[in-house]
């Protein structure tokens, strides 16, 4: 087997991940359908506002990009799927740009050496066995390698994670997967499992997350309806290392291209499964409660002809990314009500909510970076 890794799909993630293998000494080949990027990534002329990546790529010389998957065939025997799987109106992901993929690999033919096919893009429990299903006869071993990652730290994550999660095709794929985790990061916990059980993880992981942030805001909204202190409350729950100070604080509800969507898929998936999730689906009710709690305490301490100003209105600092942002609806009701919100963030968040909301908002001077 040749030390070269196939990573299909350079968006964020993807991008982020093929330089992260490039780093510690593997040879990329890199593949997207967007030609615009793959040139960018060539004359390392790409941008973004995700730390580290431009500098890593200036210093890449181990990376190459291509828009011709049967490029990356030719070259790499290891093939990393970071392609994009949006929800669908029921909650479910969106399998469409994988299964292409799959489709592409498959008219492509039988491959002469064993092609490791590893997803990493969110997908429905189960996905991956049928994926495998469709390569199997095509000399394929088929894993799922979940990204636990979070936006605005994707390179730190990939080198320092919490741990590894190998839903292996079988026993020389989970070795494999393990030795290029263990050289990104030595330190790197690292559990193997059935590529089913590994699917389920990843969507369960990010339910508890919202059920922890959602139980911290309900204490916290208790807290201050009966005038006592939810932050000293919640530090000292925090303390407790059985629940940890982590998405453990009072504040906006949970948000992003994340948490929602994996919260909705674990529904739809313990449902197709025979389980009723009450858990999951109060959290999803608690959460737009808590908004709604937000904007009536505002209203109720603060006058009419307050100047609000929001430093921020994604879903959490330091990004541009809009989806699901509390922050957003929470200044989209109190203007609503007749407050006067001023917005102040990075020019391309600016531009995306003025497109959006219009005269909605005022825009105050524009920032080059968060607080």
Same mark, same amino acid.
């Given at each position: 087997?040749?030390?070269?890794?196939?990573?299909?799909?350079?968006?964020?993630?993807?991008?982020?991940?093929?330089?992260?293998?490039?780093?510690?000494?593997?040879?990329?080949?890199?593949?997207? =359908?967007?030609?615009? @990027?793959?040139?960018? =990534? @060539?004359?390392?002329?790409?941008?973004?506002?995700?730390?580290?990546?431009e500098q890593g790529l200036l210093k890449s010389s181990n990376l190459s990009a291509t828009t011709e998957l049967h490029n990356v065939l030719a070259e790499a025997d290891i093939l990393f799927a970071v392609v994009r799987t949006d929800s669908k109106d029921d909650g479910k992901f969106d399998h469409s740009q994988l299964d292409a993929l799959v489709a592409n690999l498959i008219s492509i033919g039988r491959q002469n050496r064993t092609k490791h096919f590893v997803i990493c893009s969110n997908v429905m429990p189960g996905y991956s066995?049928?994926?495998?299903?469709?390569?199997?006869?095509?000399?394929?071993?088929?894993?799922?390698?979940?990204?636990?990652?979070?936006?605005?730290?994707?390179?730190?994550?990939?080198?320092?994670?919490?741990?590894?999660?190998?839903?292996?095709?079988?026993?020389?794929?989970?070795?494999?997967?393990?030795? =290029?985790?263990?050289?990104?990061?030595? @330190?790197?916990?690292?559990?193997?499992?059935?590529?089913?059980?590994?699917?389920?993880?990843?969507?369960?992981?990010?339910?508890?997350?919202?059920?922890?942030?959602?139980?911290?805001?309900?204490?916290?909204?208790?807290?201050?309806?009966?005038?006592?202190?939810?932050?000293?409350?919640?530090?000292?729950?925090?303390?407790?290392?059985?629940?940890?100070?982590?998405?453990?604080?009072?504040?906006?509800?949970?948000?992003?291209?994340?948490?929602?969507?994996?919260?909705?898929?674990?529904?739809?998936?313990?449902?197709?499964?025979?389980?009723?999730?009450?858990?999951?689906?109060?959290?999803?009710?608690?959460?737009?409660?808590?908004?709604?709690?937000?904007?009536?305490?505002?209203?109720?301490?603060?006058?009419?002809?307050?100047?609000?100003?929001?430093?921020?209105?994604?879903?959490?600092?330091?990004?541009?990314?809009?989806?699901?942002?509390?922050?957003?609806?929470?200044?989209?009701?109190?203007? @609503?009500?007749?407050?006067?919100?001023?917005?102040?963030?990075?020019?391309?968040?600016?531009?995306?909510?003025?497109?959006?909301?219009?005269?909605?908002?005022?825009?105050?001077?524009?920032?080059?970076?968060?607080?």
């Amino acid at each position: 087997m040749n030390d070269k890794i196939g990573v299909i799909g350079l968006g964020r993630l993807g991008f982020c991940w093929a330089l992260t293998l490039e780093k510690v000494g593997y040879n990329v080949i890199g593949c997207d =359908i967007d030609g615009t @990027k793959i040139d960018a =990534i @060539k004359s390392k002329t790409f941008k973004t506002r995700e730390p580290y990546v431009e500098q890593g790529l200036l210093k890449s010389s181990n990376l190459s990009a291509t828009t011709e998957l049967h490029n990356v065939l030719a070259e790499a025997d290891i093939l990393f799927a970071v392609v994009r799987t949006d929800s669908k109106d029921d909650g479910k992901f969106d399998h469409s740009q994988l299964d292409a993929l799959v489709a592409n690999l498959i008219s492509i033919g039988r491959q002469n050496r064993t092609k490791h096919f590893v997803i990493c893009s969110n997908v429905m429990p189960g996905y991956s066995d049928t994926v495998y299903d469709r390569l199997k006869d095509l000399n394929y071993t088929v894993s799922y390698n979940p990204e636990l990652v979070a936006q605005g730290r994707i390179m730190q994550d990939y080198e320092s994670p919490d741990m590894v999660i190998i839903g292996e095709g079988n026993s020389d794929a989970g070795d494999i997967l393990e030795r =290029i985790h263990n050289r990104i990061c030595s @330190k790197a916990i690292i559990h193997r499992m059935s590529r089913k059980s590994a699917e389920i993880f990843k969507v369960s992981l990010n339910c508890f997350l919202t059920t922890k942030i959602t139980f911290a805001n309900i204490v916290g909204d208790a807290a201050l309806n009966a005038g006592a202190e939810p932050d000293k409350i919640l530090a000292a729950l925090g303390d407790d290392s059985r629940i940890g100070k982590k998405y453990f604080s009072h504040g906006f509800g949970y948000g992003g291209p994340c948490l929602p969507r994996d919260n909705d898929a674990f529904i739809q998936f313990a449902e197709s499964a025979g389980i009723n999730p009450m858990i999951s689906k109060a959290v999803v009710e608690s959460n737009k409660l808590h908004l709604d709690y937000q904007v009536e305490q505002f209203c109720k301490t603060h006058d009419i002809d307050t100047e609000v100003v929001m430093p921020y209105v994604t879903y959490k600092p330091g990004v541009t990314i809009l989806t699901e942002s509390q922050q957003l609806f929470f200044a989209v009701a109190l203007a @609503k009500r007749g407050y006067k919100i001023i917005i102040k963030d990075h020019p391309e968040v600016i531009s995306q909510v003025s497109e959006k909301y219009g005269n909605l908002f005022y825009y105050g001077e524009i920032v080059a970076e968060h607080p």
